[in-house]
């Protein structure tokens, strides 16, 4: 079963939007299963998305299309649709009665440019979206389909999970396909490749292996089709196993999370060039309080000495980035947030600030428990500030974990 | 002229990498002048790569590939471009000292592998892609052309600005297209719609209307091919106008970050629910140390009391959600870090915590300066997590403006 994504929007061709509902629906259709063999963006433009519909009509089993159903003028999907399956528009009154129950949820008057929402094309099926006002259509066509969602990314993850995937599952029978993450940090994509080639060698046909690299940590991706036996991880344990941080997360704040929820252990944060990147990640995740008491985003020398106690004498003597001031930024924030654990970071993320001493990208971090503290000084050698930011937010946390699982 | 994008991955088609490229390049590519008219995801596989060339290559005037060119074996765009142009693999001297130079600088030395980069086929031109080992390659044929490029984003967006997109401007002529963003807040999609409906009305045809909601803000775009008479914006504020929080910027913390930088404001935060969201976006900005002296991630109420300053008796009497909490939040920050300005956030994320009297969205905002303190209770009435950080972010921003603009 073959599947083609087309997301609708200007905002996304010309870039002024990051298209994360092209991947949120890939990776939603992969769990579940099924095969996404093409992603793509058209714009607000009838001829664009009508050769895009009809191409992916005539090359897939089902084509999921978002965006262009709000109220505004801007969105033309549902007019288009309703031409291009020879149909007519109506009043729907599940949508309507969907449309009114959320005006009146929010205290609104139903306006006439709301209630337009409710017209669908006769010829489709509306499936309920319960979070919005835009009506989900699915639209069967000499056993293909066609199913038009919302483009707001919550309303059509929500569609998604709870309409389309599992109608899609119950129209076409679809082969199982598993994916098993491993989490790899302290050694490039290159020399990992040579490292593990003889292993990656001995994988059996349905086995496929991916690199991703991503700020400091290569995620080694299996993608499995039907079923493999997990001892064939032993020969990557034996040739990589130093460098293995963890399996089946995506990411290392993922890892860090089920890491400290797990072993009921309390972390806090004192961040300087990473600027509150550690603890946003954390904290974007539900249930980190049981683990996070909070961090202190030290950006001034000032804050760094009022808030967390660093010596005045200190930073002067080393400078901000330098490995006693991240220490006593780690013990500091530590002792006065109490918490079993910490991280600090200090660095220069550029692209201004450097010396010759110390570049843009010299970055201090450390890690911090009752029995001491470990700092590490990086040079990433890269004068992108993101990228440094996110380098450093890696490295803090693949130091954690680390920490952890050899003294915790 | 026309550019199709091609982006290939199977990490993108499955969802597990966000395709930041096609909106990265997009942008630029627009900004430029140039006119994206569709970018596809294809995954790490022959034929789908092929098909997705071939129909680009007749229907677009350039067409740019990212991904397939590291030096792993899952990587294979290069022998198939060199397959379908007709060619052969030739080493390139100036590739090779590339690689050369790059694994010098590193201290490494260079393996096959890593040679093999070096390898393109005869019939492209090299562009020196300084910042890594893949090299960008551009095949002219028949009048068009197509452009080869590596995945990783910092080499992708390198190679564009310094090589690709002047290689473009000197190949093709090219019409201008401007763009106008303004930030709208306060007001909803559909009403912002009803309500500028006149002036929509009244645009001249070569300008196009958007509407871009993101978190509680709606971004307004105004595409324009040729030129236009900036006095057409006044319809809009005077319909509008309360609700317009500022210009030309892509995001609230952009304009942030502008607005306190131009007026030499310093600023500090105290974060509860948004978990050191707003320190990050502020300081992922280069030169944000000028204004911003540090924050607070305040997640536990011991460190609201300790790092903040909250009195106990107020967390007892009114809880952490609350309008007492979060004004000393705000008082306490600025007071303690020596900042003309404060943001505070408190407030129940999600998806669990929530009340009957305090539901999941519950969020309390405060702006303060030497003037006093301003707070907003905002009932999100939603249980997304990242949504509610998300709007709460925005809301405090905006308010920060606001405040800004009135007493500054």
């Known amino acids: 079963m073959q599947i083609t994504i087309i997301n609708i929007g200007d905002e996304l061709l010309i870039g002024q939007v990051v298209n994360t509902n092209a991947s949120t ?8 299963g099924m095969d996404v063999r093409k992603t793509l963006v058209v714009g607000d433009e009838r001829q664009a998305i009508r050769d895009a519909v009809d ?53 609104y008057e139903l306006t006439p440019v709301n209630r337009a929402q409710a017209l669908v094309p006769r010829c ?16 069967p066509h000499e056993g293909r389909v066609l199913v038009s969602l919302p483009g707001v990314p ?67 991706r299996l993608t499995v089709h039907g079923s493999y036996d997990p001892a064939i991880l032993k020969g990557l344990y034996d040739l990589a196993g130093k460098y293995i941080v963890g399996e089946d997360c995506e990411t290392l704040d993922e890892l860090v999370h089920k890491t400290l929820t797990e072993r009921g252990l309390t972390l806090a944060t004192a961040e300087s060039c990473t600027g509150g990147n550690i603890a946003r990640l954390l904290t974007a995740q539900a249930g980190a309080s049981a683990y996070f008491k909070g961090g202190i985003v030290a950006y001034s020398n000032e804050v760094k000495e009022s808030a967390l ?18 220490r006593e930024m780690a013990e500091g924030v530590r002792q006065r947030l109490g918490t079993d654990l910490a991280i600090a970071t200090t660095g220069i993320a550029g692209p201004d600030g450097g010396t010759k001493e110390k570049p843009v990208g010299t970055v201090w971090i450390a ?18 500030r993101q990228q440094n930011i996110d380098r450093s937010t890696n490295q803090a946390f693949a130091m954690l974990i680390r920490l952890i699982c050899q003294k915790h």
Request: glycine share 8%.
């Open 55 to 107: 191409e992916a009509m005539h090359t897939s089993d089902a084509v999921l299309v978002t965006g262009g159903l709000g109220p505004t003028k801007d969105d033309i999907t549902k007019k288009l649709l309703c031409d291009y399956f020879g149909s007519e528009l109506v009043e729907s009154p599940m949508a309507l009665d969907n449309v009114r129950r959320i005006f009146e949820s929010r205290g």
């Open 154 to 220: 919550f309303e059509m993850e929500w569609l998604m999970r709870n309409r389309v995937i599992p109608k899609l599952q119950q129209t076409f029978n679809t082969e199982v396909i598993q994916t098993k993450n491993i989490l790899v940090q302290g050694i490039g994509e290159s020399f990992l490749s040579d490292l593990i080639e003889p292993w990656e060698l001995s994988l059996p046909a349905n086995i496929k292996l991916a690199y991703l690299p991503v700020a400091g940590l290569t995620k080694l």
């Open 25 to 32: 629906m890939s990776r939603m259709l992969t769990a579940a």
């Open 367 to 384: 890690v911090a428990d009752a029995n001491g503290t470990e700092a590490k000084l990086l040079q990433f050698g890269a004068n992108r």
């Open 124 to 139: 489709c099926e509306v499936l309920n979206n319960d979070l919005g006002t835009a009506p989900c259509m699915w639209f």
């Open 309 to 326: 106690g660093v010596k005045h004498s200190t930073l002067a003597a080393h400078g901000a980035v330098s490995e006693a001031t991240v």
